[in-house]
């Protein structure tokens, strides 16, 4: 900020000791160095506000973003199912049966006949699909 040399420090504590005198120079010297410590303070308390706020407004950006995410994924997701229900129900409709029912009515049926080997039950051929 400021740039100031060794030997301007030197010539201003000189000048300091003529004009205010040797009694009251450290008394002077302790109350700039007072205040200079309350004015560093001061500045960097301002500043730190500074950068709360700064940082609170990107968290408000953010949550705002975040919010508009989820609000356009909430809407995909019900685009979504919707159309799955349509997909559903147009699968539904035609399984409907096309023939009237017809009513059962029994019937005699002779007895089989029993095979020489027993059937063993049907095992459905399991098949391996890639996995993406």
Avoid at 119 to 128: A, G, N
Wanted: aromatic share 4%; glycine share 4%; proline share 8%.
């Amino acid at each position: 900020m400021f740039e100031i040399g060794f030997s301007e420090i030197v010539v201003i504590m000189v000048v300091a000791l003529i004009v205010i005198g040797p009694e009251r120079l450290p008394k002077v010297a302790r109350t700039l160095g007072l205040l200079w410590g309350r004015a560093q303070r001061y500045v960097n308390g301002v500043r730190a506000d500074i950068e709360r706020d700064m940082q609170l407004e990107e968290l408000r950006q953010l949550k705002s973003k975040i919010e508009q995410e989820a609000l356009s994924a909430e809407q995909a997701a019900k685009q979504t199912v919707q159309t799955l229900e349509q997909h559903v129900q147009s699968l539904a409709e035609p399984a409907a049966p096309a023939a009237p029912v017809v009513e059962n009515k029994l019937k005699s049926v002779p007895a089989a006949i029993p095979d020489s080997k027993p059937k063993q039950p049907s095992v459905p051929i399991q098949q391996q699909f890639p996995i993406d």
